[in-house]
């Protein structure tokens, strides 16, 4: 059957590895049914079994609202109508009957894969009173399914993926969902939509897990159970891998390993490159269990801590004395290197500060990063005084996120000093000259940056945003996902411009870890690169075989290229030719 064939389903690759084990697909919350082929002969008996569990659905459904009604009166009970509603709904009824015949699945793995699409298109629609059905529609499916499933259930597919590591399949991933994977139990994962800079890409790559984004059809053309192979060096999810498959990757799995353990053992060579330039190497950081292998990777201490996962991870904001524990455990542990903190980055596509009653149009635009804190900033005060705190055991940064211009710098100015007052008042130590910094990730900062450089100690450029600011590019809309270059010419020339107002300029957005633009990285003038631990030891290599002097001369062609094709390949060029190993 034509099942049993190897094949491959393409998408792109955003985080390194390769993966090899049973597929689970799940979308918030609700684990695919196993999948088996059928026989054509068996189509009409899975009619009846869907209509069975239909019936037995409706019948559950109206002795709820009953019990609701009696409970509650007949306006809670009518939430119940709107299920019965749903269940019959028309258009989904037609879509499974012209994806049974054409995929030959079980019944319950088409309806899944039917409603799982039909619900995202419902998470995107503007009406807020639609989107939130949503969870509606979600609660009839696992009905539906429940009704379906046999009592005693045969050890399938369902079972195999809760006894072994499996390899996730989603429609998409929120950076939340991304967070809470247990890297036991998940081995890598694939989305059907997503982008190489969304934070769930960047969460897979702390997490280790290699990933695959913005697959086509993914939910509807993989089968939970099904043994597959994901390649995140190529982008490639392998369904039903044949033998020679299996054996050429674990073959690969190998070698890549050994090349990668290779790098790792020169950790404790410095950052400097041919000519004797040296560059920071500095660690990206969103989880305490990360904590280990920055001193593995060989960091010099952390270039961006982004607390908003530590903060906004558990259930509430934790309080001044547990962020200052939890601060002060990382400065310790990669003393006598810095760490910088970056102080809470809500909002955009990351966990929301609060739940908002109205959706945002464009959150990327609205209630993000600097602007929440600003607007709290009792809670904000709590987290610079645990920052400040913490500066009196090690070496401490701190910088803030998506700063526009210099009224906010002023802000942060005064309530970092209010702090300070109140440290003092309480006789509490901390570092009085700890440095201050922004990100550079608007636009408007970069071209202001000569007259904040004035303000702050240093500069970070966030090129992950600093590319959807400038090219007008959202950076987790798979639809423009081919516009996002962070070498367009208007990225570069700003990234020019802030490096020259003078102070030190690191640079720890994603472009940072891509071993192909280094060059011009390193030719544009960053003193220092903050990259996740897993690809650091990588980063470090390449820096180690680049010549300074040569990559300026680069960079000044890159900056009077006319478009973003040319600078990248002058900077690809040269990283080739310096360290082609890496390519292999
Ligand atoms: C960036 O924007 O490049 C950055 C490092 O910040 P984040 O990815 O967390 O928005
Ligand atoms: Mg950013």
Redo the contacts with the bound molecule.
Sequence with gaps: MSEQFERRLTGQPVSPGIAMGVLRVEARGCEAPATRMILPTEMEQEWQRFEQALSRTEAELHSLKARVAKLSGAAEAAIFDAHLLFLRDRTILNKLRQELPARMHNIDAVYYAVVQNFMEVMRRVDDPYLRSRVVDIADVLQRVLKNMRPTEEAPGARSLCEQCPCVLAAYDLTPSDTADLDPNKVLGFVTETGSA?S?TA?LARSLGLPAVVAVPRLVMDSRAGQQVILDGYNGELILNPTPETKEYYLALQQEKEKAYQALVAMRDLPSVTLDGRHIRLAANVEFAHEYAAIQRSGAEGVG?F?TEFFLLGGGGIPDEESQYEHYRTLVESCSPHEVIFRTL?SG?DKLPFEVLEEKEDNPFLGWRGIRVSLSRPEIFKEQLRAILRASAHGRVGVMF?MVSGLTEVREVHELLEECRRELRERHLPFDENMRVGI?I?VPSAAMMSDVLARYVDFFSI?????TQYTIAVDRVNYRVANMFRSTHPGVIRLMRQTINAGIPTAV???MGADIKLLPLLVGLGATELSVGTHLLPLVRYAIRHLNYEECCNMAEKALMAEDSHTIRTLSRELALKSYPSLFE
């Design positions: 800079v934070h960047i961006l982004r980055d955009g996120p990100m990730e966030g090129t992950n945003d600093l720890c957005g994603e």
